[in-house]
């Protein structure tokens, strides 16, 4: 049996057991480059729609919004100065993307504020930048099946 789980600062968003094992498993390179792709695509998504691809994101306060205008126009929210963004879809600075050992893919942004926005504190709400849908949990398995299986990515 092989374990395969995908978890997102500290919370699990796919698990599942797989019941076949393959020699595949020996080299995840191919399949970490495709899941990849497919978490890039999800928040390119999710910042074109400030969130709405998983319900929306909650509104900035009314002080906020007036401050952030002042300073970088009318920028979509979580994209002000474009960093958060660019580090993870854009191949921007603080861009994460490596493989440790042969069974994990770390993914994602070294912009510390990035952890903030995607588990909410006491004083701003949770803006979920990577919030898979059941169709990327969908997507994924398949991929991961397909890689498992001798199959093009």
């Known amino acids: 049996m092989v374990q ?4 997102v600062e500290g919370e699990e968003q796919v698990s599942r057991m797989l019941s076949r094992t393959t020699e595949k498993i020996a080299d995840m390179a191919p ?3 495709a899941a990849g792709v497919l978490m890039q695509t999800s928040m390119e998504e999710q910042f074109g729609t400030e969130g709405g691809r998983t319900g929306g994101w909650a509104p900035l306060s009314e002080r906020y919004a007036a401050d952030k205008a002042k ?3 009318s920028r979509p929210i979580l994209q002000a ?3 958060l963004i660019g580090s993870l879809v854009g191949g921007g600075g ?3 993307e490596r493989v440790q050992g042969n069974d994990t893919l770390e993914f994602g942004s070294s912009i510390p504020y990035g952890t903030y926005h995607q588990t909410g504190t006491s004083r701003m709400p ?3 930048i990577l ?3 059941d169709g990327d949990r969908r997507s994924l398995m398949k991929l991961l099946q397909r890689h498992m299986f001798g199959a093009r990515l």
């Open 94 to 96: 603080g861009h994460i």
């Open 126 to 128: 949770q803006r979920r």
């Open 81 to 83: 100065s474009g960093a």
């Open 71 to 73: 300073k970088y126009g």
């Open 31 to 33: 399949f970490f480059q």
């Open 4 to 7: 395969f789980s995908f978890t």
């Open 131 to 133: 919030d898979l849908t």
